[in-house]
């Protein structure tokens, strides 16, 4: 960020009278712009025992399989964003409950917050987006551990399978970490205490 959207005056990176962290600020107007995280929404599609999941058609992860996901719009919220991207990136019509909310992951390192909501298929009539290769239904047994390209997309993955049997889906919290040697820790830090049946 160089110029001010407002006067086109070159911008100035300090910290504001009052505040704690540098932003970039306009001297000439006395804007001040902050920059915030970025929400990426999707949905966790549930048909039966399997879920329904996308190969990426595009970067970053190319080809490797993930959950219907990405940016929230301006004007919309975390639950039809993710409704929203389901049908963009999958084809996918699904229909949620009061309690579909299923992980939410920070990950401070890249300025992103990561919800997932648990979703029913309507119908099997979808289809691959722009953004897919391919869209399939998969068992526990089926799915490409090896191919996922998300650690927060295997998350949801692995604790909705372990969930599964005893039909109790507790929202969780994490926090995502990325080492300077390209590692990455998920550190489970929120469940709801009690899980709901389904």
Same mark, same amino acid.
């Given at each position: 960020?160089? !110029?001010?959207?407002?006067?086109?005056? /070159?911008? =100035?990176?300090?910290?504001?009278?009052?505040?704690?962290?540098?932003?970039?600020?306009?001297?000439?107007?006395?804007? =001040?712009? !902050?920059? #915030?995280? /970025?929400?990426?929404?999707?949905?966790?599609?549930? !048909?039966?025992? *399997?879920?329904?999941?996308? %190969? %990426?058609? =595009?970067?970053? %992860?190319?080809?490797?399989?993930?959950?219907?996901?990405?940016?929230?719009? #301006?004007?919309?919220?975390?639950?039809?964003?993710?409704? %929203?991207?389901? @049908?963009?990136?999958?084809?996918?019509?699904? +229909?949620?409950?009061?309690?579909?909310?299923?992980?939410?992951?920070?990950?401070?390192?890249? #300025? *992103?917050?990561?919800?997932?909501? &648990?979703?029913?298929?309507?119908?099997?009539?979808?289809?691959?987006?722009?953004?897919? *290769?391919?869209?399939?239904?998969? +068992?526990?047994?089926?799915?490409?551990?090896?191919?996922?390209?998300?650690?927060?997309? /295997?998350?949801?993955? /692995?604790?909705?399978?372990?969930? @599964?049997?005893?039909?109790?889906?507790?929202? &969780?919290?994490?926090?995502?970490?990325?080492?300077?040697?390209?590692?990455?820790?998920?550190?489970?830090?929120? *469940?709801?205490?009690?899980?709901?049946?389904?």
């Amino acid at each position: 960020m160089k !110029y001010c959207h407002h006067c086109a005056a /070159k911008l =100035i990176l300090r910290v504001p009278e009052g505040d704690d962290r540098p932003r970039y600020c306009c001297d000439a107007c006395d804007r =001040i712009f !902050y920059q #915030n995280p /970025k929400n990426v929404v999707g949905t966790l599609p549930i !048909y039966g025992d *399997q879920v329904l999941l996308c %190969r %990426r058609a =595009i970067q970053p %992860r190319l080809g490797k399989w993930t959950l219907p996901a990405g940016y929230m719009e #301006n004007g919309e919220s975390s639950l039809s964003g993710a409704i %929203r991207e389901t @049908l963009e990136e999958a084809g996918a019509r699904v +229909s949620v409950q009061d309690d579909c909310l299923y992980t939410l992951f920070n990950l401070p390192s890249i #300025n *992103q917050v990561y919800m997932f909501f &648990r979703a029913e298929l309507v119908d099997l009539d979808f289809t691959a987006g722009a953004e897919s *290769q391919a869209v399939a239904l998969f +068992s526990e047994p089926d799915i490409p551990w090896q191919e996922i390209a998300f650690p927060v997309v /295997k998350s949801t993955l /692995k604790y909705y399978f372990q969930d @599964l049997p005893v039909r109790r889906f507790p929202v &969780r919290m994490f926090d995502v970490h990325h080492g300077e040697d390209h590692t990455v820790t998920t550190r489970l830090i929120s *469940q709801s205490p009690i899980g709901v049946d389904q």
